[in-house]
């Protein structure tokens, strides 16, 4: 989609940022929503639209001891799985695509969460992010997640000027190399809830100060 020029010495600049992010933040794959099935992560990940990871640890803790398998959920009361998942905030949606999503995967894919994009974004209520999220944690396929941190932070380091989040993903796949790619979400959350942070970036503090294009930075 996006095929851009990049320059010689932008390149450079990119590799300079990814070397510090790497020695700061974790080279480890990690997962920040608990989860210990593939169809769990999708859910959590689901419920994680509009809502922290911390808030939606907390629901699923009891929620996937009520609702054991994607049976369960595709099988759910609508109304009753709304007020289990009520405190992460839009649960009318999040409640019936989960039910739709679960129904479909129990009938159409044999209760297997599918990898290919295509499939996964045919599913209720998940968009590129939440594939992204799935392709990334479990089948370890390279993918780019754009989420909050991602979408601010890219923009501060002159990463993108998109502000929608398909093409700052299709802009960050021809700039960052493909090793990165998973890593790059998990280091930039890292760094946009330690450093970089939303409403008061501590510019002065940051390692990535001297690389960083944002004009606002003191
Ligand atoms: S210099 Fe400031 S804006 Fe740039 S990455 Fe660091 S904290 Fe964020």
């Not at 039910?99 to 990898?115: H, M, N, R, W």
């Not at 989420?147 to 502000?163: N, Q, W, Y």
């Amino acid at each position: 989609m996006a095929n851009r020029r990049i320059t010689k010495a932008e390149r450079e600049r990119v590799d300079k940022i990814l070397t510090l992010l790497d020695e700061y933040y974790t080279t480890e794959y990690k997962c920040y929503l608990n989860h210990e099935t593939p169809w769990q992560l999708l859910i959590a990940t689901i419920l994680s639209a509009q809502c922290t990871d911390e808030r939606v640890n907390l629901v699923t803790k009891d929620l996937f001891k009520k609702y054991k398998t994607l049976e369960d959920f595709a099988g759910a009361d609508l109304k009753e799985l709304e007020k289990d998942i009520h405190s992460t905030g839009f649960y009318h949606n999040k409640a019936k695509n989960i039910i739709e999503c679960a129904k479909t995967l129990v009938t159409e894919y044999g209760g297997v969460v599918p990898k290919e994009i295509d499939k996964l974004t045919g599913l209720a209520g998940v968009g590129r992010k939440t594939a992204n999220v799935i392709r990334g944690n479990i089948y370890h396929e390279p993918s780019i997640v754009v989420d909050t941190h991602v979408k601010r932070i890219s923009g501060k380091l002159g990463f993108t000027k998109a502000e929608d989040p398909e093409k700052i993903e299709f802009e960050l796949m021809d700039l960052l190399p493909k090793d990165h790619w998973i890593l790059y979400n998990l280091q930039i959350i890292a760094h946009g809830r330690s450093i970089c942070t939303a409403r008061n970036p501590k510019c002065t503090e940051c390692f990535l100060y001297d690389l960083c294009k944002w004009k606002g930075k003191s």
